[in-house]
Structure formats: structure tokens, C-alpha cells
């Protein structure tokens, strides 16, 4: 059943611009009249009709879940991308190289390990808006948001690939090539990769649904996503400002949102973790 | 005539699996009289310490006694409800694990488990139930007690570990003791020391005592009677010396004939061929036809032999004459 | 065991002066703390000035060993944002974000270890799986999800509690304590136990899982055959055992009830040093940053040195048989 609930999800997030009603971006298009319609009642100015209502800016709230949805699952997987890049260059390096850089690395890795992930992210994604100016802020958010998930959550992957590639450079037959002084890289990746692939998806699931609720942590403590292009996380956040006031959708409905996301990425991890897991087969 | 601690009566265990149902131990019969030690040897999976679990009622589920009866002093305990046996377990019935390490709680004093248990089931104050602890280490061979009271269990070696088990297993005065591969943990050296606590203090008090092992040497050193267990059946039973240099049942033979004996001297040793089957396996008939060497027709179908009462016999349709097969030494 | 403590020590040192080098790096890098500092209308005299007084025109390792020495006595500067030093601001929020951290974490402790040993006594059962469940769900969720339904259902709903704010509190001679008031006491509960429920879980779920390896072991097996109860048996026997890696591994997760206080304090502006931080961020305010960032790692570092410590103190097997090796 989570997986019947991720993918329309993910479907609705992918044809957000088909599916949304309104553009909740286009400045254009928006009305501040039209701020704090409730759903599906009509606006007493504009008599516009919203499904889920609007929110302060007189922007569609379900179209902007849609996009948000969108902004939280690209923020994710890119995140994890990054993260599991440069986790697994990271790793071979140290496992390959050895010596000083093996060494290096590990001290980083285990430096970066004594703190929360999130305080990591928060740290770096302050440490970039202060060397951006000031316009552009907005703009980059969103990248400097996967470039801080993915740098607070790269650890795990390095350690496992390192792992493998000590494993690997024991064998004979790297041993025999470094006596004929060729060290043999290309055959090590056919040999490490197969290897590491089963444990790096694990992790990748369950740095996915991490990562995901790290962005919308981040988003709500407002060093996310800015308000011009919410995703979740500052939906909810402008939400409750209002929660008192009676403008009740802008909380709810994203925050539902938020839930069965995360619920079902997780059920979809845990029963992802289970599928590939050797031992249970 | 005297009756006996312990009287196990066509017990049967079993453990339903997925593959079908196992029966550990299939109408195994006998007795332990007060002071006698009854050894139980046997393969590893012939059932013997599933025989003593059932008996003090620590069969881990799903394996459960299906039919028989065990019977304490006379008083049938196998039906009794779990509290009831609560009350029996350390009182009336002491059992003793193989590994003297794990026996014991690492993060409790040797005192503190032993004054717990004295306490539950003898009605004195904590300080004699002190008093009495240091005198129970003080009989299990423990140097100085009165100061090793506060010690921790790995402050101790393997051998004293077991006597404080002994101890512990003692304390609260029980009738019978079921002691599950004692020695096997333990150097050799140290395994001649506790047997001989065992016997002593099984003697002094009038204990009986089942005990469990693979080893022969240890039947041989300890043991009054032995029962042989084989695939969930009982093959032999009888008073040591007559199993030990007359044995009845082939596959007694057959471990004799694969057992260092001083006696023996020089001879070559002899393994007997084949293993023994898995308890969801088991041939038609005699659980041992497919290794004996004297397997006959009716041995290979028909129904499997059971030892009728707990003088010496042997499961076996045709049990072995002795006169010629004694040792010519 | 000295031997190990004192390399304990020397490890933290050295990860202490690692992020003590991220701190002074986000000063040097990021901004101009001379811009920061002026208003518009500066010469170029003031701002030589100001360079001098800083000492900004030391070279580098100068600077950062000045940094450090500064740092060790708590001088972190003015914040860019208030002008007030920030040794200051944090000394005022700190009390409030103890507090709360030291509810959340002693709610987490008894609820987790109170759960964890019932699910795992009674294995099976309505309440348990019940229990189970909802601990999928704890983990799973955001935190400021929890916070924010919570706040729905205690404040917007039934209005039992305050949704932001700690409340009246109580001076003490530079320490303010909510625990003295009433409403002091009722704003503290909602954001405890936001902050407590995940590392409640985590707890819960760890001491179950030891608790039903320590009752499968042999030692357990041999106080069942001498007849103890089963009372003694769980709470005397297993549970001790239990608690020893449990203890440890909470040690640990203290770091990130710090870690979490941000979230709970953004949620219902907590003013404690959590919400600080965020603002800081927000706001680019080094200072701050750099302060909290260097305060939360001796916090943890010191955490994990005193948990290694006391793990060796409780389980006696250690302190004889300590063999070489860090952790």
C-alpha cells in the first residue's frame, strides 16, 4: 500500500505543471485578493475557487504541494546522489591509495561523525549564504541545500566502499599486477562494484528518506527553501503562523502531505532493506 | 526397598516443525535412586539433555512432553503448572549447565547469587543466608570464602567457576541434581577435581544424580549406572561395569570399540560407520540397523525394540552373548 | 586505564582544534567582519582602524591561535546582529535550552526503558504491537511535524497548553528556571516531549532488542532452574545487564537531543541557544555561529570522552581484563 501512496506521489510531483491548477510561482498570475481563501469556497473578491484554498500570497495551496512536492523529492535524490558520489570516490580513494590519505579522510569522516547530520547541513548551508551576495540567495537555494544534505551524509558510503577495496586489494590477482608494476584499476571496479552495490542501495534508501526529511527540517527552520519557491517544509512553516488565526488549510494540507511522504518512504526503505537484504533470503 | 528421586516413565518429547513432528526423546524409561549417580551418555542430539530439560521443566517451547510421566519422591510433576514448578526447581531439583562462564551473571557477586537463591527457597534471614553461602562455597573446595564472597564470576578460573556453580546448584538443598555436560568446558585436569565434588557431595547428601555427557571416561570415573541414549531412544541401561565391559547393544559395543580404554592397550579404534540419523530422518525399526553389524530382517521393519523395565537390558532384538567377546587380556 | 583516558583525551583535543579551524575559517572567509561590523558610513581609516584592533592584518596562524586562546576563555566577539558579546547573549539562553534538553532527555530515559522492558517481557499482545507500531511511526516522522501537531491538538484544539514561550521564569542569580511556576512547568512539557519522543523511541526499541538477547542467555537459563521468579529474574538479573550498553549508547544520543533542540525551540520559540543558532544563521552572524559551534563540540566531545569513561566504571569485567584498542 506505501508503495501505491510514493508513487502517486511521485507521479503528481513529476506532472506538477500539468496537474497543478494555477502556477503558484509566476507572479504574474497572482493575486493577493485572492490570500487566505478557504477550500473549495469562493474568493469574495474574485470569486475564484481554489480546492484546497490559498495562502497568504493568494497562491494555490495544492499546486504549490505539487511544486513543493517537487522541490523536496529533487532536493532528495540529488542530495543522496551527491552524497553517494562522492562517498564512493571518497572511499575508493582511502581504500586504494592508503597510507596519509586513507588516513585523512577516515579523521574527517570520524570528525564529521561525532555531530548530527543536521547541524552539519545547517552549518554549511549558513557558511554559503554568507558567501553569496545577497541576490542571489533565493536562487541558489535549492542547490546549496543538496550540497549540504549531500556533504553532512557522505560517511557512510565512503566507509562501506573503502571497506570493499581493502578487501579487494588483498587479492592475488592485484597483488601479481603490482609486482609486474601494474596496479589494476579498472579490474578492481569490476570486482569492487558488484560487491558494494547491494549495501550502497541500502544505504541510499535510507539516506533517501533522510534526506528528505532533512530538507523539509531545514525548509521550516527557514534555512531551506525559500518562501518565493516553498517546498513542504516552509509551506508549513508559513502555515503556522496562521494555525490559530483559523487559516487552518495552510498548515494541514501540506503537513498531510509531509506525513504520508514520509511514512511511505519509509515503509518503502524498510520493505526495500528487507528485499535486498542476503541473510534473509 | 528404597524409592526412587527420580522415576522418568515412557517419557516422550516432542517438537512439532515445519518438516514434521521430531521426537527428541521416544519412551525413555528409568530410574535414579537417592545417592546414585545415573549416567546419561550419548551423540550430540541423541536427546540426552532434552531428557533433563523436560525434567525440570525448562523445555524451551515449541517442545513439550507429549506422554509419560516423571515422577519426584513419588509425586508426578510433570503436569504442573508453572508456578507450581517455580517452587520445585533449586528446591527439590538443582541443575547444572556445561559452561561455568555463562552460567553466571558477570555483573552480580558470586554471594549475591547465591544468597538470592537460598533465600527463595529456605525460610532464613539474609544473614544466615549469608553464613550459609560462604559455608556453601567453603564445601565446593573454594579457598577462603568468606573474603571470594564479593567476587565477581570472572574473577574466578574455569574449574572454580563450576564448583561455585555446584554450589549454587546445592544451595538449596536439593533431592536430585541434573548436571548437563559438567565438565566439558573444563581442562582436563580440572575435570577429574569436579567430578570427584560431584561424587562426594552427592554421596554425602544422598543426592541422585543424572549425568549428562558425551565422554565415557567420565561415565566410566563417576557414574553407578549409565544409560545409553541413541537417536531419541534409550538402547541400554545397566550398572556401569556389566554396560562398560559387557555391553548388550551393538552400538554400545560399537562406542567401546571406539573408546580410548587402558585396558585395551595397543589396539587399533575402531569407529563404528555411518553417523547417527537425524531425528527427522530415523529408519524404519531400529533407529541403529542401518551401522549394526548384527543387523538381522526383522530389525530393518517391524517395530523399533524399547527397554521393557530399568533392570540391565538393551533395546535390541538380539542383544549381544558375552562369553566370547570379553577381552582376552 | 589511565593509559586509555589520557589517549581519550588527547583524540578529543585533536577533533576540538579541527572544528576550532572550521570556526576561525568562517570567520575569515565568509563576509567581512570589518563590513559587518560598520555602518555605511565608514573611511577608509576607520576601517584600517578597525583591521588593527581586530587584528586583522596578522597573518593567518596568528589570528587563529589568537582565535583559539580567545575562544578557551569564551570571547567570541560582539554578534553582528545584537553588537552585544556573545559570550553574553548565549549565558542568557543557555539555562532555557538545559532545561528543556534535561526534561526531554529524562522523559525519553523512563518512558523508553519502561516501554522497552515491557515489549520485551510481553512479547506478544495487543498492547504490545500496538507499541511497536507507534514506534515506527515516531521514528519516521520529522520532528517539527510532532511539535506542530502537538501544538494543534494541546493548544489550538483543547487550549490545555501554551504553544510558544517558556512561560513565567524564575531569576536565580543569573540562572532562569521555568521550574518554579507553574506556567513555567506547563510550557516546558509540550516541547519536552517533542524533543524526548524520538530519542524515546530510539531507547525503547534498544533496550528491547538487549533485553531479549540478555533473557536468551545461559545465565538467565541457570536462574530459572534454581527456581527464582520470574520478577527477579527481569528486573534484577536482565535488566542490569540490559542497561549497560543501553547507558552507553543514550550517552551518545545526548549530542543530538542538542542537535534536535534547534528544531523544538524554532517550533515553539523556545528562547534558548538552539533558536540562537538559527537565527544566526539566518541572520549570517559568524560570531554566533562560530560560538555555538565551538560550545556544542566541546558539549559532545566531552559527552562521548565521559560515556567511554563511565561504561569502563560500570561493567567490571573491563576493569581488569582492559585489553589495548580505542572504542
Not at chain 1, 62 to 78: D, E
Not at chain 1, 265 to 278: E, F, K, M, T, V
Not at chain 2, 97 to 118: A, R
Amino acid at each position: 500500500m506505501s508503495f501505491f501512496v510514493v508513487v502517486s506521489l511521485i507521479m503528481g510531483a513529476i506532472f506538477a505543471p500539468l496537474l497543478a491548477p494555477y502556477d503558484p510561482f509566476d507572479p504574474a498570475t497572482l493575486n493577493l485578493m485572492n490570500g487566505f481563501t478557504g477550500p473549495l469556497t469562493p474568493n469574495q473578491f474574485t470569486q475564484d475557487v481554489f480546492v484546497l484554498g490559498t495562502d497568504d500570497q493568494g497562491r494555490d495551496v495544492l499546486s504549490t504541494i505539487l511544486f513543493g512536492m517537487r522541490i523536496s523529492l529533487f532536493v532528495g535524490f540529488s542530495a543522496v546522489f551527491l552524497a553517494m558520489i562522492l562517498g564512493v570516490i571518497l572511499g575508493l580513494l582511502a581504500g586504494y591509495i592508503g597510507g596519509w590519505l586513507d588516513a585523512t579522510i577516515m579523521r574527517v569522516a570520524d570528525v564529521q561523525l561525532t555531530f548530527p547530520s543536521i547541524l552539519v547541513a545547517m552549518l554549511i548551508f549558513g557558511i554559503a549564504k554568507g558567501v553569496t551576495p545577497a541576490e542571489f540567495r533565493d536562487q541558489v537555494a535549492i542547490w546549496v541545500l543538496i550540497l549540504a544534505i549531500g556533504l553532512s551524509d557522505w560517511v557512510q558510503f565512503a566507509r562501506v566502499v573503502r571497506g570493499a577495496t581493502l578487501v579487494e586489494r588483498q587479492k592475488e590477482y592485484v597483488q601479481a599486477a603490482q609486482l609486474i608494476g601494474r596496479a589494476n584499476l579498472a579490474v578492481m571496479l569490476k570486482h569492487i562494484l558488484p560487491n558494494v552495490l547491494n549495501p550502497v542501495l541500502v544505504i541510499a534508501t535510507i539516506s533517501l528518506a533522510l534526506a528528505i526529511i532533512a530538507e523539509a527540517t531545514l525548509s521550516f527552520l527557514g534555512v531551506g527553501a525559500p518562501p518565493t519557491k516553498p517546498s513542504l517544509g516552509t509551506l508549513i512553516r508559513i502555515g503556522q503562523e496562521y494555525m490559530f488565526s483559523g487559516e487552518w488549510w495552510i498548515l494541514f494540507f501540506p503537513a498531510i502531505t509531509l506525513l504520508a511522504l514520509a511514512l511511505s518512504i519509509n515503509l518503502l526503505g524498510d520493505w526495500l532493506r528487507d528485499a535486498l537484504n542476503p541473510r534473509l533470503r | 526397598m528404597v524409592q526412587p528421586v527420580l522415576s522418568i516413565k515412557s517419557l516422550v518429547v516432542e517438537i512439532p516443525t515445519r518438516k514434521g513432528v521430531l521426537r527428541p526423546v521416544d519412551q525413555v524409561s528409568y530410574d535414579i535412586f537417592p545417592g546414585e549417580i545415573l549416567g546419561i551418555v550419548g551423540e550430540s542430539g541423541a536427546g540426552k539433555s532434552m531428557t533433563g530439560n523436560a525434567v525440570i521443566g525448562l523445555l524451551e517451547r515449541p517442545a513439550r512432553i507429549v506422554s509419560g510421566d516423571v515422577l519426584l519422591s513419588g509425586n508426578p510433576i510433570h503436569n504442573l503448572s508453572a508456578s507450581e514448578f517455580r517452587k520445585i526447581r533449586g528446591k527439590k531439583i538443582g541443575m547444572i549447565f556445561q559452561d561455568p562462564l555463562t552460567s553466571l551473571n558477570p555483573l552480580l557477586t558470586v554471594g549475591e547469587q547465591l544468597v538470592e537463591t537460598i533465600i527463595e527457597h529456605l525460610a532464613v534471614s539474609k544473614k544466615e543466608a549469608q553464613e550459609r553461602a560462604i559455608a556453601a562455597l567453603e564445601e565446593v573446595g573454594i579457598p577462603a570464602a568468606r573474603e571470594r564472597i564479593g567476587s565477581y564470576p570472572h574473577e574466578f578460573s574455569g574449574g572454580m567457576r563450576q564448583r561455585v556453580v555446584i554450589a549454587l546448584a546445592l544451595c538449596a538443598e536439593p533431592d536430585l541434581v541434573i548436571a548437563d555436560e559438567p565438565t566439558t568446558a573444563l581442562d582436563v585436569s580440572v575435570q577429574a577435581q569436579i567430578i570427584a565434588l560431584l561424587k562426594r557431595l552427592c554421596r554425602e547428601r544422598g543426592v541422585g544424580v543424572m549425568l549428562v555427557t558425551h565422554d565415557m571416561g567420565v561415565i566410566a570415573e563417576a557414574a553407578d549406572r549409565v544409560a545409553v541414549m541413541y537417536a531419541g531412544r534409550l538402547a541400554e541401561l545397566g550398572a556401569v561395569r556389566d554396560v562398560l565391559t559387557a555391553p548388550k547393544h551393538p552400538y554400545t559395543y560399537g562406542l567401546m570399540g571406539s573408546t580410548p580404554l587402558a585396558s585395551r592397550g595397543l589396539e587399533r579404534l575402531k569407529q563404528i560407520p555411518g553417523s547417527m540419523p537425524r531425528l527427522g530422518a530415523l529408519p524404519e525399526g531400529c533407529a541403529f540397523s542401518p551401522r549394526c553389524d548384527f543387523a538381522q530382517e526383522v530389525c530393518k521393519t517391524g517395530s523399533s525394540p524399547f527397554i521393557a523395565d530399568e533392570d540391565a537390558q538393551a533395546a535390541c532384538w538380539f542383544p549381544l552373548q558375552h562369553t566370547k567377546l570379553r577381552s582376552s587380556k | 586505564m589511565l593509559a586509555y583516558i589520557l589517549r581519550r583525551i588527547f583524540q578529543s583535543l585533536i577533533v576540538l582544534l579541527a572544528v576550532g579551524f572550521v570556526a576561525f575559517a568562517m570567520f575569515s572567509f565568509v563576509g567581512d567582519p570589518v563590513d559587518n561590523m560598520l555602518g555605511q558610513e565608514r573611511t577608509q581609516a576607520d576601517i584600517e582602524r578597525l583591521r588593527e584592533q581586530l587584528g586583522l592584518d596578522q597573518p593567518f596562524i596568528v589570528q587563529y591561535w589568537r582565535f583559539l586562546e580567545q575562544a578557551a576563555q569564551g570571547n567570541f566577539g560582539l554578534s553582528y546582529r545584537q553588537g552585544r558579546p556573545v559570550s553574553e547573549i548565549i549565558a542568557e539562553r543557555l539555562p532555557a535550552t538545559v532545561e528543556l534538553a534535561l526534561v526531554s532527555g529524562f522523559l525519553a530515559f523512563i518512558g523508553g526503558v519502561g516501554l522497552g522492558v515491557f515489549t520485551a517481557i510481553r512479547r506478544h499482545g495487543v498492547l504490545p504491537s500496538f507499541i511497536m507500531t507507534a514506534s515506527l511511526v515516531g521514528v519516521s516522522l520529522p520532528t517539527f511535524l510532532i511539535g506542530i501537531l502537538l501544538i494543534y491538538i494541546f493548544s489550538v484544539e483543547l487550549g490545555w497548553l501554551p504553544s510558544f514561550g517558556r512561560g513565567e521564569i524564575v531569576d536565580l542569580g543569573g540562572w532562569t528556571t521555568g521550574f518554579l511556576t507553574a506556567s513555567g512547568l506547563k510550557a516546558l512539557i509540550l516541547p519536552a516531549i517533542t524533543l524526548g519522543l524520538y530519542q524515546m523511541t530510539l531507547i525503547m526499541r534498544l533496550v528491547r532488542t538487549e533485553m531479549l538477547e540478555v533473557l536468551r542467555m545461559d545465565y538467565i537459563r541457570f536462574a530459572r532452574a534454581r527456581g527464582l521468579t520470574e520478577k527477579t529474574i527481569n528486573f534484577r538479573h536482565a535488566l542490569k545487564n540490559t542497561l549497560v550498553p543501553v547507558i552507553t549508547i543514550t550517552g551518545l544520543q545526548l549530542g543530538s537531543i542538542i542537535a534536535f533542540a534547534i528544531i523544538t525551540e524554532t517550533v515553539f520559540q523556545w528562547p534558548g541557544v538552539g533558536l540562537l543558532f538559527i537565527n544566526a544563521v539566518q541572520f549570517v552572524d559568524i560570531p554566533v555561529m562560530a560560538a555555538y559551534l565551538m560550545m556544542i563540540s566541546v558539549m559532545f566531545v566531552g559527552i562521548n570522552l565521559i560515556v567511554d569513561v563511565l561504561y569502563f566504571a560500570i561493567d567490571p569485567r573491563l576493569r581488569i581484563e582492559r585489553s589495548v584498542g580505542g572504542h
